[in-house]
Antibody, heavy 117, light 107 residues
Framework: EVQLVQSGAEVKKPGESLKISCKGS????????IGWVRQMPGKGLEWMGI????????RYSPSFQGQVTISADKSISTAYLQWSSLKASDTAMYYC??????????WGQGTLVTVSS | DIQMTQSPSTLSASVGDRVTITCRAS??????LAWYQQKPGKAPKLLIY???SLESGVPSRFSGSGSGTEFTLTISSLQPDDFATYYC?????????FGQGTKVEIK
């Protein structure tokens, strides 16, 4: 069974750094793109970027380029989303998803990030 | 970027109703369109891919159609489990974008 398990909820202060994770299992982790999606409170889905764990090829949405870093460690089948300096506006639910022919066929359960002073 | 516009934003319907949601792309995306269902507090779930292909395990009351710039998601007979928010997503290029969502509410 394909599973994506994300790290737990985080509460951070503005300016702090953060790295959240998404661990894949039940499939060949290096053979499928992983995407990250943001959902701000009460809002819709926003595409952030994707990574191919096989060779770490990474693409970012222009809206998120330079704001976050997407990475992966194929040795432990885990993808990451990180911030170097959080802002209050980064408060959101973040989902990872496994892509299959361009669509998000399997999703993680989400990681809630709260940034507040 | 390709913009995706869904209509309506909110839809009130009763159990048993036929429901149609529209998604328009700002430029042609061929058939590279997917539909997702999201319930409160849950991750989205893939319903339809390549505009009209039903994902495995999704009830046959869901169907998708369209190509180019105009697409529709139809629920043939709305069930209690279908009250949720629905999103379209284009994947014509790696700069994927979602529609703003359509909330299906109980009338």
């Amino acid at each position: 069974e394909v599973q994506l398990v994300q790290s737990g909820a985080e509460v951070k202060k503005p300016g702090e750094s953060l790295k959240i994770s998404c661990k894949g299992s039940g499939y060949s982790f290096t053979s499928y793109w992983i995407g990250w999606v943001r959902q701000m409170p009460g809002k819709g889905l926003e595409w952030m970027g994707i990574i191919y764990p096989g060779d770490s090829d990474t693409r970012y949405s222009p809206s998120f380029q330079g704001q976050v870093t997407i990475s992966a460690d194929k040795s432990i089948s885990t993808a990451y989303l990180q911030w170097s300096s959080l802002k209050a506006s980064d408060t959101a639910m973040y989902y990872c998803a496994r892509l299959s022919n361009g669509v998000c066929s399997h999703w993680g359960q989400g990681t809630l990030v709260t940034v507040s002073s | 970027d390709i913009q995706m516009t869904q209509s309506p934003s909110t839809l009130s319907a009763s159990v048993g109703d036929r429901v149609t949601i529209t998604c328009r792309a700002s430029q042609s995306i061929s058939s590279w369109l997917a539909w997702y269902q999201q319930k409160p507090g849950k991750a989205p779930k893939l319903l339809i891919y390549k505009a009209s292909s039903l994902e495995s395990g999704v009830p046959s009351r869901f169907s998708g159609s369209g190509s180019g710039t105009e697409f529709t998601l139809t629920i043939s007979s709305l069930q209690p489990d279908d009250f949720a928010t629905y999103y379209c997503q284009q994947y014509n290029s790696y700069l994927w974008t979602f529609g703003q969502g359509t909330k299906v509410e109980i009338k």
